[in-house]
Nanobody, 120 residues
């Protein structure tokens, strides 16, 4: 069973940095996409960034481009999201997500979420 554990959230002032970590276990798939979503109360969960397991291709939401960097350590089965130049609008609960193509359709696995709060 896939398990995702997210770490690294916290309170930071605008302009500061945080690094989120997502430790994955139980992965038996050869190819998948792993990354981060975020959600604020009353809004839909939105994709922030992701990275492919095979070719390392990356995706960034427009709001993350130029400020966030996603990376992975395959030996540790861990994905990182380095967030720089944080803004108050980055405040949200950040969720680690693993997405994989299964015979029955797309499978989505979620971590428990970590709170990021950016003060102005």
């Amino acid at each position: 069973e896939v398990q995702l554990q997210a770490f690294g959230g916290g309170l930071v002032q605008a302009g500061g940095s945080l690094r989120l970590s997502c430790a994955a276990s139980g992965i038996t798939f050869d190819e998948y996409v792993i990354g981060w979503f975020r959600q604020v109360p009353g809004k839909e969960r939105e994709g922030v960034s992701s990275i492919g397991s095979v070719d390392g291709s990356t995706y960034y939401a427009d709001s993350a481009k130029g400020r966030f960097t996603i990376s992975r350590d395959n030996a540790k089965n861990t994905v990182y999201l380095q967030m720089n130049s944080l803004k108050p609008e980055d405040t949200a609960i950040y969720y680690c997500n693993l997405r994989v193509a299964l015979p029955r359709g797309i499978g989505n696995y979620w971590g428990q979420g970590t709170q990021v709060t950016v003060s102005s």
